[in-house]
């Protein structure tokens, strides 16, 4: 008991010390403590929501890759009529094609096309484009058709082969020009005289029909050979035209114009003057005689490939030009400005001017030994 007694008065005594004593009590309270930390709270997992795919979502797909496919058809369609009404107008613009059924010219429709096609394009959604654009296409399908069959019924269209037609061409006057003209699109000529030849002869070789006109003016006497207009896609477009002409007939000026073909002129067998030649794409020989003093060749084109066989005793003064080509002169001198001239030039029996003008093309001059 006395042990028991003892211990409570010591610790209640130390007691009564702290809380008199204020520096132990303030002692005390500088004392850092450790706290544990709390203890980590468990997050929640939270199952995202899943997003079910409905059948109806598939089923509008469906539908709309449908009507984009449809869209896209008629589309198509009025793109390819339109392509082709291009290509024709073109055509008929530059001459190469002229459509037509008898009298009925088919090129009138075309504003009527355009029209149309600006309206399907503007609405080809709906199904007033749709029936427009398959009436457009079926349309022009059907015209092409049409002209096909009409080309392939009417004779005037079939190919001629060995169609010769005889012409005059008589000088009235000296101070009257003899003017010979030849246009054709397609095709291969060969102009020559002949010394039993009474008249102008022409036989040809050709799906269209040879247009020849004559007459006289104040101060020409000219016969002009071209093709109709008749033209379409189904019809050949080369031509094979050979012209005769009469070797004691003076021909003043010879003029030739043609797209693409192969050419030969002979001018030693006729008289003649002046002869020009406007080309496209073209391969003409010129075979040159009976030369007067003053004789001029014009030849202008964007491709050709031009050879001249001119005798040794004529001289020769020659203006030419191109952009890209190869030119072969023996026995000339170059002057300047694009100007040649032979060496034979003082001492020649005539002087022939020629005139040559070309984007690209080569040109040869040939000396044979004179007639």
Do not use: C
């Not at 706290?35 to 199952?47: D, F, G, L, R």
């Not at 059948?55 to 469906?62: A, D, L, N, R, S």
């Not at 291009?86 to 001459?95: K, P, V, Y």
């Amino acid at each position: 008991m006395a042990e028991a007694k003892n211990f409570i008065e010591k610790t209640l005594g130390n007691n009564m010390q702290e809380e008199t004593n204020p520096e132990i009590v303030a002692e005390t309270k500088d004392i850092p403590t450790y706290t544990p930390p709390p203890a980590p709270k468990q997050e929640t997992n939270i199952t995202p929501p899943q997003i079910i795919q409905q059948p109806v979502i598939q089923i509008v797909e469906k539908i709309v890759y449908k009507k984009q496919r449809i869209h896209g058809f008629f589309r198509t369609l009025t793109i390819i009529a339109l392509l082709t009404i291009g290509f024709l107008m073109l055509g008929e613009s530059t001459g190469l094609i002229e459509l037509s059924v008898n009298t009925f010219k088919l090129h009138q429709i075309f504003p009527i096309f355009i029209i149309f096609s600006t309206i399907i394009i503007r609405s080809y959604k709906g199904i007033f484009g749709k029936i427009f654009g398959l009436i457009l296409f079926l349309t022009v399908l059907g015209w092409i058709f049409t002209i096909g069959i009409y080309t392939s019924l009417n004779p005037s269209s079939k190919r001629k082969s060995g169609d010769t037609s005889k012409y005059m061409i008589v000088k009235t006057n000296e101070n009257i020009q003899n003017n010979l003209y030849l246009e054709t699109l397609i095709g291969n000529s060969y102009i020559e005289g002949k010394a039993e030849s009474k008249v102008v002869q022409s036989t040809r070789n050709s799906d269209r029909n040879l247009l020849v006109s004559s007459g006289n003016n104040v101060s020409e006497n000219y016969l002009k050979f071209r093709e109709d207009n008749n033209r379409n896609v189904l019809q050949k477009y080369s031509s094979n035209i050979d012209i005769t002409i009469p070797n004691t007939t003076v021909i003043d000026l010879l003029y030739i114009k043609n797209l693409l073909g192969l050419h030969t002129i002979d001018l030693n067998t006729f008289q003649w003057r002046m002869f020009k030649f406007h080309a496209g794409i073209d391969d003409i020989t010129i075979r040159v005689g009976n030369v007067l003093s003053g004789n001029k060749i014009e030849i202008q084109g964007t491709a050709a490939n031009v050879d001249f066989d001119i005798p040794k005793d004529v001289g020769v003064i020659m203006y030419y030009k191109h952009i890209i080509g190869k030119i072969n002169l023996p026995q000339f001198d170059e002057l300047s400005g694009h100007y040649f001239q032979s060496t034979n030039i003082s001492n020649a029996k005539a002087i022939l001017h020629i005139y040559v003008d070309l984007w690209v093309g080569n040109t040869k001059i040939k000396r044979i030994e004179p007639k």
